[in-house]
Nanobody, 121 residues
Framework: VQLQASGGGLVQAGDSLRLTCTAS????????MAWFRQAPGKEREFVAA??????FYAEPVQGRFTISRDNTENTVYLQMNDLRPEDTAIYYC?????????????????WGQGTLVTVSS
């Protein structure tokens, strides 16, 4: 599978962005999808996931970010509102190894190339 992420950019604190990730293949609906991020000098961390059980969010983004998916378009979105400087990172979309992959990075085996989000104060 190939994952293509887009939508990053430079914004000010309080602004919004929507990230998009489009996947190749015809079995998109059978897998969990997630967003992770990696800030400079830090490890990659979980942001949000959508699987057959529902939606999951990391505590720092709860209430500000919303993950959604369109199985007819093989696309997963991350709507990011009220962005903060600490949200600055490269954002990666990932496909889970199963329909129930959730927060664990090890549960994801396909990754997109990343899109940079920079939030200025």
């Amino acid at each position: 599978v190939q994952l293509q992420a887009s939508g990053g950019g430079l914004v000010q604190a309080g602004d919004s962005l929507r990230l998009t990730c489009t996947a190749s293949g015809r079995t998109f609906r059978n897998y969990a999808m997630a967003w992770f991020r990696q800030a400079p000098g830090k490890e990659r961390e979980f942001v949000a996931a959508v699987n057959w059980s529902g939606k999951f969010y990391a505590e720092p983004v709860q209430g500000r970010f919303t993950i959604s998916r369109d199985n007819t378009e093989n696309t997963v979105y991350l709507q990011m509102n009220d962005l903060r400087p600490e949200d600055t990172a490269i954002y990666y979309c990932a496909r889970g190894a199963s329909p129930y992959s959730a927060r664990e990075i090890r549960a994801y085996n396909s990754w997109g190339q990343g899109t940079l989000v920079t939030v200025s104060s």
